[in-house]
């Protein structure tokens, strides 16, 4: 079966500082894998999706970027953090682009 | 515009009671595809359900049903005889052929279920 793990769990980070997250996917191959950020109010908006290695797609223009190094893994990034970055972040996987998005258990970001 | 409409904000039930969580859509695809998702206190998004555009048929899974109506765009969500385990915030959400199929979700329905 197919299993999505994000991490870390949760993080605290200073403005103007770095940010890496991680999200892997175990069990699939070549998956439509996906970056999405919930602020406070629930809404869920779609950041970054990609359909293979090196291929990503951007929704949003912000500061931060996506990279597919592998074909299972995304990487969610940011040179420097805003106040505004602050928010739940979740990765998904799909088997296709119309199929149903399966979520992981999300990072929860506080910029301070 | 926001293209999933989910008006009730929050809903508070005693136990055993039904509910229903609304859903109202807006597409001009003939192809697309609508979705509940659940989220509790954990924060992880669960998938519930899934229906095609050419499907109306409606569905049960135990205490969950749906009910997709293509006349009023309305896929609506009802939990029978709920327990407190079904406190969370639930989303629908749709995916049309025209926008690359992204999912677009509602703004979610907290659901409080006390006993």
């Known amino acids: 079966s197919q299993t999505i793990h994000q991490w870390p769990a949760t993080l605290v980070q200073p403005v103007g500082s770095p940010l890496s997250l991680e999200c892997t996917v175990e069990g699939t191959s070549n998956p439509n894998l996906y970056w999405y950020r919930q602020a406070a109010g629930r809404g869920l908006q779609l950041l970054f999706y990609?359909?293979?290695?090196?291929?990503i797609s951007s929704e949003v223009p912000q500061n931060l970027s996506a990279s597919r190094p592998q074909d299972r893994q995304f990487i969610l990034s940011s040179k420097k953090l805003l106040l505004s970055d602050s928010g739940f972040y979740l990765c998904?996987?799909?088997?296709?682009?119309?199929?149903?998005?399966?979520f992981g258990p999300g990072t929860r970001l506080t910029v301070l | 515009a926001q293209k999933v409409t989910q008006a009730q904000t929050e809903i508070s039930v005693v136990e055993k009671e039904d509910v229903t969580l609304d859903c109202v859509y807006e597409?001009?695809?003939?192809?697309?595809?609508l979705f509940w998702y659940k989220q509790p206190p954990s924060g992880e998004l669960v998938f519930l359900i899934r229906r095609n555009s050419f499907d109306e048929q409606n569905e049960i899974s135990g205490r969950y049903s749906w009910n997709f109506q293509k006349s009023t765009s309305s896929f609506n969500f009802t939990i029978t005889a709920s327990q407190v385990v079904d406190s969370a915030v639930y989303f629908c959400?749709?995916?049309?052929?025209?926008?690359?199929?992204?999912?677009?979700f509602g703004k979610g329905t907290s659901l409080l279920v006390t006993p």
């Open positions: 597409t001009r695809d003939t192809t697309y595809y």
């Open positions: 998904a996987w799909s088997v296709r682009r119309a199929d149903t998005q399966y």
């Open positions: 959400a749709l995916s049309e052929a025209g926008s690359g199929y992204a999912l677009n």
């Open positions: 990609s359909v293979g290695i090196g291929q």
